[in-house]
């Protein structure tokens, strides 16, 4: 048992999909996972182990944020055992082609948080996908005729800018969209060595001002979880 999360050694599987709102895993252990029961509700961030065609897959919420993530990653991965980690969450649209409801898988991403500044110092560490999960990803969405953008995101430490133009440096340069969590992901994969990938649903648009309902949210993200839940399996 860790700080965060109460769960038994054995109880977490080594495949993890990671919402940040506690609710959406709840959603996914329903209606996507067989036989799956809840190993986690400390502070409300629900865990749940289950089966998906058999595998074992784990989801847990997260919360918002990247210090929030870390400490939910961190407590998977060393405390746990975890293997495989893919974060599932909503992001907000750069460019006019990037559309509601989207699918974009996060090659790379950059940051406008200070979580590597002490680590790298007067440099610049590029947090980046694992290639075969990846890999994965693609490859079956291309064999279900889904269509996905891949490319850089940009993982914000604020969700509400006062530079409400800010996004277009980031625009020029190629990014997609702005979440707020997998930088970090990629980053603390990449330092004890286990894979990760973060595959988002665009629910709004910075550029064209239009927002997905929260229910429409809900049912849109069921291909992205669809596209997660089979590149964690073999």
């Known amino acids: 048992m860790s700080t965060h999360i109460e769960a038994k050694k054995g109880e977490i599987a080594e495949n993890v999909l990671l919402p940040g709102d506690p609710m959406r895993a709840k959603w996914i252990a329903e209606n996507f996972l067989e036989n799956a029961k809840l190993y986690n509700d400390v502070r ?36 746990y055992g975890v293997k495989n980690l893919i974060r599932v969450g909503s ?4 460019h006019k082609d990037v559309k509601l409801r989207d699918v974009v898988i996060a090659m790379s991403a950059s940051t406008t948080s200070g979580i590597n500044n002490s680590r790298f110092i007067n440099a610049d560490y590029s947090p980046t996908a694992n290639f075969n999960l990846f890999m994965k990803a693609a490859t079956y969405a291309k064999d279900n005729n889904i269509s996905i953008k891949a ?84």
């Open 44 to 79: 409300g961030m629900l865990g749940y182990t289950g089966t998906y065609k058999g595998t074992p897959v784990s989801v847990q919420g997260t919360g918002m944020g990247i210090p929030s993530a870390l400490i939910y990653c961190h407590e998977l991965i060393t405390n």
């Open 91 to 94: 992001a907000g649209s750069y």
């Open 151 to 234: 490319g850089n995101v940009l993982s914000s430490d604020e969700f509400y800018e006062d530079n409400t133009n800010a996004y277009k440096l980031w625009a020029e340069y190629g990014v997609l969209c702005v979440e707020m969590e997998a930088a970090g992901l990629y980053t603390i994969a990449a330092k004890h060595n286990v894979n990760a990938l973060a595959i988002l649903t665009i629910s709004d648009s910075l550029v064209t001002k239009e927002a997905t309902s929260a229910e429409d949210r809900e049912t849109s993200f069921s291909t992205m979880i669809d596209i997660a839940l089979n590149t964690l399996i073999d």
